[in-house]
RNA sequence: GCGGGCGUGGUGAAACUGGUAGACGCGCUGGACUCAAAAUCCAGUUCCGAGAGGAGUGUCGGUUCGAUUCCGACCGCCCGCACCA
C-alpha cells in the first residue's frame, strides 16, 4: 500500500504556484474584486498553531473566492516595531533590526510550507523606513488638522526601568519586569482625537452589519456614551478661593439633585491642588492617591477613601442647603469634570460612601407601588421610579424629572444638557526606541516643530545600546540634538516613538499600493478597499480594530483615502488549546516531555514519574502546552495539519489540539490518495474523459444525486464560515463514493465523479494532496487545480425520487416509511394506517386526525 | 452589578424557518489480514432492557399533533464592560 509523500509533493505544488505567479494580484476592472486579510502578525520567529488555524482559514476563503470568480487580493506583511525586539536586543546583544528581519525569513519560510496563498510581491514590514515614512507624514497631517495634539498626562512610570509601562505591563500596582511599584507620573505625551470621532464610531457600528454581534457590543461599551447635565455647584463666600468660584460636575441622574448629600472631586482636579498649597494633610491625601498607578484593576481594588477639605458648595436647588466637598480617590480626573455630586439614596457608591462617613441619606425616588413615606434601607434603590421630596420634580417619573431639571439647569443658567464618552484620546507616545520615530523637533523659542517634509523620514540611529535602562534614543550622543527648523537655533528631537497600534491602523491600506510613491494610489485604494473579509483574535475587538476605524476617518479628513470604514467584513476565530501537564513537583511539562502508560496514566518521560494533567488552556509558552507548527509540517505535511484545525470545531470558538484528532486528518489525506490511486478492483475510476453513460440509475443515481446535494450544501457552509459542517459533507461524500460497488460504466463513471468533486470542494482546505490527485487523474492538460472553476450543481438532481419519511403516533416516532416524493394527503394517510407499527400504537382507536408534513413526515394522531 | 453568548453521548460536535436527536470525526469494543506489530478493512457503539418497549438535548413548568429549537422561572459556565458620576 503506497504512502502519500507529503514533502515532495508539497514543495513541488508551492513551487509550481510561484512559477506561474498564480497569486499575484491585479487590477481587473472587468472582475469583481475580493479583499481577504488575516491580521498581519508580529515577527516572533516563530510561527504558533494560532496563526496556522488563522491562516489557513483566509487561505481558505482567498482560494475558494478566486474558483468563484472573483479577483482575489491576499497580501501579507510584518507588524515589526515593538518591545519584544528590544528584550531580545539586551539578553542576546543583537540590534533590534538584524534580530526582526531574521525572524521575518524564517516566518516566510513557514508561510511557505504551509502553502498560503499570500501574494508575496506586495509584502511589507512597518519597521522599514520606506513604510513608516509615509506614517510620520500622516502624523504631520493629523497635527495639522486639529487631530494630534500634546497634552501632559498620567501614565504608569517605572522607576527602575525609567519607562511608561503599558497598563498591562502593571501587575499587582508593580513593574512586570522590575517588579519595582509603579508611580502615577505625569509627562507630555502626544495624543490622537479619536474623540472627536466617538459619535460617528458609534453610530456607523449598526452598519457593520458583517461584524460578529459580541465585538459591535464591546465597542459600544467601550465608547460608552451617557446622556447628562453639567451644572455648577457654587462655593460658599466661605470657601472660594481665587479662580475657584464653583465646581462644575456631571450626572447622568440631574433628577436627583434634591438628594444629594455630598461633592466629591479628584486628586489631582485643579480645586484640589489649589488646596494642598495650604492643606498638608489634603497634600499627604494627592500623594497617597497618585502612588496608585493607573491601572484599572489597582483602581478598583483599591478603597474607597474621601478627604473632607471643610470647603462646601450650595446646592442649586435647595436655597440654603450646603453640602461639603471631599477629595476622593475613586473620582477620575479623565472623565466628566472630575468632580462629582453623591447622591446615597440611589447610587451603591455613593450609599457606600455616606455610610462610611456618616453622611445623610435623603430618599427622593420611590418605587411606583410604594407610597409617599418610602424611605431607602439597607441599600440603594436604583430603579425607575416616582419622585419625591423633590420640589418641582415631586410626583415625576425619573424620566420626566431629568428632563425637568435638565430644564431649570439651564434657565437658572448654571449648567447644560451634555452628552459624555467613555472613550478617551488616544494616547501614541511611547519611551521606546524599537517604533516609528515622531517627527517633530522641540525649539526653545518656537516650541515643537514639523520635521519638514523634505527631511522625512526621520530614521532611528543604529548604534544603540540596550545596556541600561530607559530610551536609548534619549541617551544617544547625537541624534536628538539639531537645528529649529524654523529658526535655526539649537534644538532637540521628540525622543519618543509611536505606539506600534500606529503601523496597524493603516497597513490594510498601503497592500493596495505597497510600492507606490504617495502613500495611497488612490485608483488602487477605490479597487480594492474595503477588505472584504478580515479575520483575526477576537483578543483585537476593540483596540485595533476601533483605532483603524479611527485612523480611516482621520485620513479621509487629510485628504488621503475617500473612504471611512475599512472592514466590511469581520470575523474572529477561537484560541487553538491545549491539555496542559505538570510535573511531580509541580512545573508545567511540554506536551512532548510526556506519555501515557498501558493503563492511561501520565508519564513525565525523562524521569519515569507521574505527570497531572491539567486543564486544556490556551496554548502559552509560559504553561508549555505548545505545539511546534514545524514539527506537525514536518510528520504529516501541510495538508493534514490545514484540514485539522478547519475541521474539529467551528470557527469561532476555541480548538483543542490533540493528537488523536491530527492523527485522523492525516488518515483522510491519505485515504484520498488510494481512492484515486489504487482503487480497489470491484471500485474501478472511469478514465479521463470517458462519456456520460447514456442511464445511470440504483445505487450509482443515488451517488450522482448526493454528489450534486454536497457541492451545493458545501458551498453554503463555506459562505457562511461553517467550515467544520462543510468538511463533515464532505467526508460523508467520500464515504458514498467508496461504498458503490460494481465494474459497470455508470458506476466507474459516477464513481469518479464524486471523487473529483470531493477533491475540488476540500482543495482550499487541501490544496497540494488535491493538486497532485487531480494531475494523476489525467486533468493536467486542462491546467492546475488552483486555477480551475468551483464546481456547479445541477438542482434538478439534488433532489431524490424517493424521501424516507418519519412515521409518527401522538408524536413518537414508530418507524419510517420509504414513499415517492410530493405524496397526496390521501395517499400518505393510507400508507400510514397500513403500517403495522402504527396499528399497535393505536390500539384499536380511531385517527382524529393525520398531519403530513411534506416528504418529511406523518404523525396520526388518535 | 450591566451587556453578550453558551449548556446535546466517553469526547470535539451536527440537526435549515418547530418535524426521524447524535450526521461527520475522535475514542472504545469485537472481527478480518499478519509469525507478530504497524497500517488498512468490516461490524458495533446515547442510556435502561434478553426482547417488545421505555427514557433522553442543564433543572422545573408552559404553548403545540409534535420542542435541542418558542415562552416563563431557576441552576451552571464563558466572554466583554464597570468606582464612568
Redesign the pocket.
Known amino acids: ?1 503506497s ?1 502519500y509523500a507529503t514533502k515532495e509533493t508539497e514543495a513541488k505544488w508551492q513551487a509550481a504556484w510561484a512559477d506561474q505567479k498564480v497569486f499575484t494580484a491585479k487590477i481587473d476592472p472587468s472582475k469583481p474584486k475580493y479583499y481577504v486579510l488575516e491580521m498581519f502578525p508580529y515577527p516572533s520567529g516563530r510561527l504558533h498553531m494560532g496563526h496556522v488555524r488563522n491562516y489557513a482559514m483566509g487561505d481558505l476563503t482567498a482560494r475558494y473566492k478566486r474558483a468563484r470568480g472573483f479577483n482575489v487580493l491576499h497580501p501579507m506583511g510584518w507588524d515589526a516595531f515593538g518591545l519584544p525586539a528590544e528584550n531580545a536586543a539586551m539578553q542576546n546583544k543583537r540590534h533590534p533590526a538584524e534580530w526582526t528581519y531574521a525572524n521575518i525569513d524564517s516566518m516566510r519560510a513557514q508561510f511557505g510550507q504551509l502553502g498560503v496563498s499570500f501574494d508575496w510581491e506586495r509584502e511589507l514590514a512597518t519597521c522599514h523606513p520606506q513604510y513608516f515614512r509615509h506614517e510620520q507624514k500622516m502624523f504631520l497631517d493629523f497635527w495639522k488638522n486639529g487631530l494630534a495634539y500634546r497634552k501632559k498626562s498620567y501614565v504608569n512610570w517605572d522607576p527602575v526601568e525609567n519607562t511608561v509601562l503599558a497598563n498591562e505591563q502593571v501587575v499587582d500596582g508593580k513593574g512586570w519586569r522590575s517588579g519595582a511599584p509603579v508611580e502615577r507620573r505625569e509627562l507630555n505625551q502626544w495624543f490622537l482625537k479619536i474623540t472627536d470621532y466617538a459619535d460617528d464610531l458609534l453610530s456607523a457600528i449598526t452598519t457593520l452589519d458583517r461584524w460578529p ?2 465585538v459591535r ?2 465597542q ?3 465608547i ?1 456614551k ?1 446622556q ?1 447635565a453639567q451644572l455648577n455647584f457654587a462655593l460658599t463666600e466661605a470657601s472660594r478661593k481665587p479662580g475657584f468660584e464653583a465646581v462644575e ?5 440631574p433628577d436627583t439633585v434634591f438628594g444629594a448629600s455630598f461633592l ?1 472631586i ?1 486628586a489631582n482636579h485643579p480645586l484640589a491642588l489649589a488646596l494642598a498649597k495650604t492643606d498638608s494633610a489634603a497634600a499627604e491625601f494627592i500623594a497617597e492617591c497618585n502612588r496608585l498607578g493607573t491601572s ?2 489597582v ?7 474621601g478627604y473632607r477639605t471643610g470647603l462646601f458648595v450650595s446646592n442649586p436647588f435647595v436655597p440654603g442647603q450646603e453640602l461639603p466637598v471631599y477629595l476622593a ?15 446615597p439614596a440611589h ?4 450609599f ?1 460612601f455616606a455610610t462610611k462617613y456618616n453622611l445623610p441619606i435623603v430618599t427622593v425616588v420611590r418605587p411606583r407601588e410604594a407610597d409617599a413615606s418610602y424611605t431607602v434601607g439597607t441599600g440603594p434603590f ?1 430603579d425607575d421610579g416616582v419622585l419625591l421630596n423633590s420640589g418641582f420634580l415631586d410626583g415625576l417619573t425619573v424620566a420626566e424629572a431629568k428632563k425637568a431639571a435638565c430644564e431649570q439647569i439651564e434657565k437658572l443658567g448654571i449648567g447644560t444638557v451634555k452628552t ?1 464618552y ?1 472613550l478617551r484620546d488616544w494616547g501614541v507616545s511611547r519611551q521606546r526606541y524599537w517604533g516609528c520615530p515622531i517627527p517633530v523637533i522641540h525649539c526653545p523659542s518656537c516650541g515643537p516643530v514639523a520635521v519638514p517634509d523634505d527631511q522625512l523620514p526621520v530614521t532611528l540611529p543604529e548604534d544603540v545600546t540596550f545596556d541600561a535602562p530607559g530610551n536609548p534614543l534619549d541617551r544617544h550622543p547625537t541624534w536628538k540634538h539639531v537645528a529649529c527648523p524654523t529658526c535655526g537655533t539649537p534644538a532637540t528631537r521628540e525622543t519618543d516613538t509611536l505606539d506600534t497600534f500606529f503601523e496597524s491602523s493603516w497597513y490594510f491600506l498601503r497592500f493596495a499600493s505597497p510600492r507606490a510613491e504617495e502613500a495611497f494610489d488612490k485608483d488602487a485604494v477605490a479597487y480594492w478597499l474595503p477588505v472584504d473579509q478580515y479575520i483575526g483574535g ?2 483585537h ?2 483596540l485595533h480594530l476601533l483605532y483603524s476605524r479611527f485612523f480611516t476617518r482621520a485620513l479621509q479628513q487629510c485628504g488621503y483615502v475617500d473612504m471611512k470604514e475599512p472592514f466590511a467584513g469581520l470575523f474572529t476565530q477561537g484560541m487553538v488549546c491545549h491539555q496542559t501537564y505538570k510535573s511531580a513537583d509541580g512545573q508545567w511539562l511540554f506536551p512532548t516531555d510526556v506519555r501515557q502508560d498501558e493503563a492511561g496514566a501520565f508519564i513525565e518521560i525523562t524521569t519515569g514519574q507521574a505527570s497531572t494533567p491539567g486543564r486544556v488552556e490556551k496554548m502559552s509558552k509560559s504553561k508549555k502546552n505548545v505545539i511546534d507548527p514545524d514539527e506537525i509540517i514536518g510528520a504529516y505535511g501541510a495538508d493534514a495539519a490545514r484540514l485539522f484545525v478547519l ?4 470557527p469561532e ?4 489540539w ?1 493528537t ?2 491530527i ?6 489525506v ?2 484520498l490518495w ?1 481512492l484515486a490511486t489504487e482503487p480497489a478492483a470491484d471500485k474501478p475510476l472511469a478514465a479521463y474523459g470517458a462519456a456520460l453513460p447514456d442511464k445511470i440509475d440504483g445505487a450509482a443515481d443515488k451517488l450522482l444525486r448526493l454528489t450534486h446535494k454536497t457541492i451545493r450544501d458545501v458551498t453554503d457552509g463555506l459562505e457562511q464560515f ?1 467550515f ?2 462543510s ?6 461524500l ?2 458514498a463514493a ?2 458503490l460497488t460494481g465494474t459497470d460504466a455508470a458506476s466507474a463513471w459516477v464513481r469518479r465523479f464524486a471523487l473529483v468533486s470531493v477533491i475540488r470542494l476540500i482543495a482550499p482546505m487541501m490544496p497540494h494532496v488535491t493538486e497532485e490527485i487531480w494531475a494523476y487523474l489525467g486533468h493536467s492538460p486542462e491546467g492546475m487545480l488552483v486555477n480551475q472553476p468551483w464546481p456547479s450543481f445541477d438542482p434538478a438532481l439534488t433532489v431524490d425520487t424517493n ?4 412515521l ?1 403516533v ?5 418507524g ?1 416509511l420509504e414513499l415517492p416524493r410530493d405524496i397526496t394527503q390521501a395517499a400518505a394517510e393510507t400508507a400510514a394506517l397500513a403500517d403495522a ?1 402504527v396499528q ?2 393505536l390500539d384499536g382507536r380511531a385517527p382524529k ?1 393525520i ?1 403530513l ?1 411534506p416528504n ?2 406523518i ?1 396520526v ?1 388518535g
Open positions: 500500500m504512502r454581534d459580541r457590543v464591546m459600544e461599551n467601550w460608552g451617557s447628562g460636575v456631571y450626572t447622568t441622574r466629591a479628584a484599572e484593576a483602581i478598583e481594588q483599591a478603597e474607597k477613601l480617590n475613586f473620582v477620575l480626573m479623565e472623565y466628566g469634570t472630575g468632580a462629582l455630586f453623591g447622591c447610587d451603591q457608591r455613593d457606600d436604583t459624555q467613555r477576537v483578543e475587538a476593540v475541521s474539529d470545531s467551528p470558538r476555541d480548538f483543542e490533540t488523536a484528532g492523527d485522523g486528518a492525516w488518515r483522510y491519505n485515504r488510494r461553517h467544520n459542517k468538511v463533515a459533507l464532505i467526508r460523508e467520500t464515504n467508496e461504498d424521501v424516507t419519511i418519519a409518527q401522538n408524536g413518537k416516532m414508530r419510517t407499527s399497535r400504537a386526525k398531519i408534513v418529511r413526515l404523525n394522531v
